[in-house]
T-cell receptor, first 117, second 115 residues
Framework: DARVTQTPRHKVTEMGQEVTMRCQPI?????VFWYRQTMMQGLELLAY????????DSGMPKDRFSAEMPDATLATLKIQPSEPRDSAVYFC???????????????FGSGTQLSVL | SQQGEEDPQALSIQEGENATMNCSYK?????LQWYRQNSGRGLVHLIL?????REKHSGRLRVTLDTSKKSSSLLITASRAADTASYFC???????????????FGQGTILTVHP
């Protein structure tokens, strides 16, 4: 049963610390999305990649956030330094986006719940 | 920014009743999708309706789309306690018809179905 895997599931850290969240997209999916969910803002798109290349990261605070895809099986989202306002659930999603199966359905991981104290 | 706004924010019904959730959006779209989120979990895709479609069915789900009003509705018939979750509409407004799946989500409707 193919699924998107995110680690860690929960992270508690202190303000100023670096946080790294990881995502393993479904094998064969070539688009990866990072979303952040908060009560106030709902689901916000932070960044997304296609064939490991960043297509749009305009939703991400550039001074402290960075997103990369070191290889096709790993996407990372880093926050350095972290701040209390970064507390949220961060979701990774992937999609196939091929000639056979366009991205009309995204598959979400279970999220990383981040608390910055 | 949020493309979709959903109504109602919360809905509480009894098992067996129908649940209707509405979504409005602002820009032209390629398609509109509905997702479900159980507490503490990720989102799960339910159904997609394209901009040239007006109605679609999948099991107990019925989705309508009115592009002239920029609105959609999700109907869950004969609801069950297991349908309790948050439901989100999401719009794909990728330019030029190329859909990489970049979605903009509404704020969601919290549905509670009482046994």
């Amino acid at each position: 049963d193919a699924r998107v895997t995110q680690t860690p599931r929960h992270k508690v850290t202190e303000m100023g610390q670096e946080v790294t969240m990881r995502c393993q997209p479904i094998l064969g999916h070539n688009t990866v999305f990072w979303y952040r969910q908060t009560m106030m803002q709902g689901l916000e798109l932070l960044a997304y990649f296609r064939n490991r290349a960043p297509l749009d990261d305009s939703g991400m605070p550039k001074d402290r956030f960075s997103a990369e895809m070191p290889d096709a099986t790993l996407a990372t989202l880093k926050i350095q330094p972290s701040e209390p306002r970064d507390s949220a659930v961060y979701f990774c999603a992937s999609g196939p986006d091929s000639a056979l199966a366009t991205n009309e359905k995204l598959f979400f991981g279970s999220g990383t719940q981040l608390s910055v104290l | 920014s949020q493309q979709g706004e959903e109504d109602p924010q919360a809905l509480s019904i009894q098992e067996g009743e129908n649940a209707t959730m509405n979504c409005s959006y602002k820009t032209s779209i390629n398609n509109l999708q509905w997702y479900r989120q159980n507490s503490g979990r990720g989102l799960v895709h339910l159904i997609l309706i394209r901009s040239n479609e007006r109605e679609k069915h999948s099991g107990r789900l019925r989705v309508t789309l009115d592009t002239s009003k920029k609105s959609s509705s999700l109907l869950i018939t004969a609801s069950r306690a297991a349908d309790t979750a948050s439901y989100f509409c999401a719009t794909d407004a990728s330019a030029g018809g190329t859909s990489y799946g970049k979605l903009t989500f509404g704020q969601g409707t919290i549905l509670t179905v009482h046994p």
